[in-house]
């Protein structure tokens, strides 16, 4: 699983960038909604570290939470998004502040150390992709068995 999420960064960070941003402002540990579809979707993100990637570019590492009642996956411990696209994808802060995941600091650690790439798509995309790889790896582990 952890070798998937790693491997999805590398797929998605090819898709084109937003090209707007919002005057969202992010600092660490602030949570914002982000902008979603459909009932399975109650989508936030919480900022873990913000920082310059080798390329200048700027790399807003967060957790992201589905609040909906019946999510598909509930969290995901740790996403490095460009911080263009974070604000236009969760232009909004939250009501109230969701705490960082517990795994957070071990999936920054595992991407820091394979030195991965940045989502530059909305966090609504990252998630839908995560969840299709969870529900392939489970159904590919069924059949194994």
């Known amino acids: 699983m952890k070798t998937a999420v790693l491997a999805l960064a590398g797929a998605l960070c090819l898709a084109p960038a937003f090209a707007s941003a919002t005057d969202t402002e992010l600092e660490v540990g602030k949570t914002l909604k982000c902008l979603s579809t459909g ?51 969760c232009p909004t802060p939250a009501e109230a502040p969701i705490p960082l995941s517990p795994n957070f600091d071990e999936g920054y650690q595992q991407w820091r150390s394979a030195r991965g790439r940045v989502f530059n798509v909305s966090v609504e995309r990252i998630y839908d992709f995560v969840v299709e790889q969870v529900a392939k790896e489970q159904q590919g582990a069924s059949v194994a068995h």
């Open 39 to 89: 009932p399975d979707r109650k989508l936030y993100v919480t900022i873990g570290r913000i920082e310059t990637h080798t390329d200048g570019l700027i790399v807003v590492s967060v957790s992201v939470f589905n609040r909906a009642q019946k999510s598909g996956l509930p969290e995901l411990a740790h996403a490095p998004i460009d911080a263009r696209v974070l604000t236009a994808s």
